[in-house]
């Protein structure tokens, strides 16, 4: 089993988006096991984002996450880090597959609207950043069998 964080970045909490991104992960049957909305301070943006340190476009990106209110979530289940990867579409709108959140509501690589964890290992990293342990539901398994087995 694996876990994914998702954050709707501020670009998708200004254009109303919140709804119809989050519709589209839950509609291909994706299970949230967390979800809220924050802000992120520039510290945590840091800590998120700490591999792209040095990179030209890191104090734009930190500046970007931190502009106003995003919507964290996470999501849980078998193979989610390349589901959701995949129904995200790729980190450069403009190549995004028409179909993927990014390719069907975004045109900017600055302003892709969302973030999904690109491996297990980041997932519970950025997990453990975002959320308190009591923050995460267990998810009932008796009516998610489909997904757990
Ligand atoms: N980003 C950017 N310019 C770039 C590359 C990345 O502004 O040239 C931003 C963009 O918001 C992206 C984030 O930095 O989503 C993290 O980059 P990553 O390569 O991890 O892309 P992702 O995993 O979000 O697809
Ligand atoms: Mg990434």
């Known amino acids: 089993m694996e876990r994914s964080l998702i954050i709707l970045k501020p670009d998708a909490v200004q254009r109303g988006l919140m709804g119809p991104i989050i519709s589209r992960?839950?509609?291909r049957g994706l299970r949230f096991a967390g979800l809220k909305l924050m802000r992120v301070d520039e510290a945590l943006a840091r800590r998120h984002y700490a591999v792209h340190e040095g990179k030209p476009f890191f104090a734009s990106l930190v500046e970007?996450?931190?502009?106003?209110?995003?919507?964290?979530?996470?999501?849980?289940?078998?193979?989610?880090?390349?589901t959701i990867r995949n129904t995200v579409g790729?980190?450069?709108?403009?190549?995004?597959?028409?179909?993927?959140?990014?390719?069907?509501y975004a045109v900017e690589i600055g302003r892709n609207l969302i973030h999904a964890s690109d491996s297990p290992?980041?997932?519970?990293?950025?997990?453990?950043?975002?959320?308190?342990?009591?923050?995460l539901v267990e998810l009932e398994r008796s009516t998610d069998r489909w997904i757990y087995e």
């Open 25 to 27: 992960l839950e509609q």
């Open 64 to 82: 970007y996450i931190t502009s106003g209110p995003v919507v964290v979530a996470a999501i849980t289940g078998n193979n989610v880090i390349a």
């Open 90 to 104: 790729a980190t450069n709108p403009s190549q995004a597959a028409p179909g993927t959140i990014r390719g069907d």
């Open 121 to 135: 290992e980041n997932g519970e990293k950025e997990l453990a950043l975002f959320f308190a342990p009591n923050e």
